[in-house]
Nanobody, 124 residues
């Protein structure tokens, strides 16, 4: 089993930055893919970014390319999402998820483990 705990959400103004953290416990994620998803009210959960723990290029949704950066800290078993130039459209609950399949899937159903989510609200 893998337990994921997100942190770092909050209320910010447009143009500000936030860094989300996803701390994993239970097992190391060396063979996993970790993704960040978000869900706004009335919308489906959608991929934001994903990274293979073993390396390689990460995936970014078009809406966040150039503004968000996903990274990992091996020693801390933690994945980060650095979010810059935030705008009101980024307002959502952000979830961290892990997939044991090792492929950069964008579909939420293919991720085995999920955190509880952290709220990000961007005011205009």
């Amino acid at each position: 089993q893998v337990q994921l705990v997100e942190s770092g959400g909050g209320l910010v103004q447009a143009g500000d930055s936030l860094r989300l953290s996803c701390a994993a416990s239970g097992r190391t994620l060396s063979s996993y893919v970790v993704g960040w998803f978000r869900q706004a009210p009335g919308k489906e959960r959608a991929i934001v970014a994903a990274i293979r723990w073993s390396g390689g290029n990460p995936y970014y949704a078009d809406s966040v390319k150039g503004r968000f950066t996903i990274s990992r800290a091996d020693a801390k078993n933690t994945v980060y999402l650095q979010m810059n130039s935030l705008n009101p459209d980024d307002t959502a609950v952000y979830y961290c998820a892990a997939s044991a399949l090792g492929v950069l899937f964008t579909t939420p159903e293919l991720y085995n483990y999920w955190g509880q989510g952290t709220q990000v609200t961007v005011s205009s």
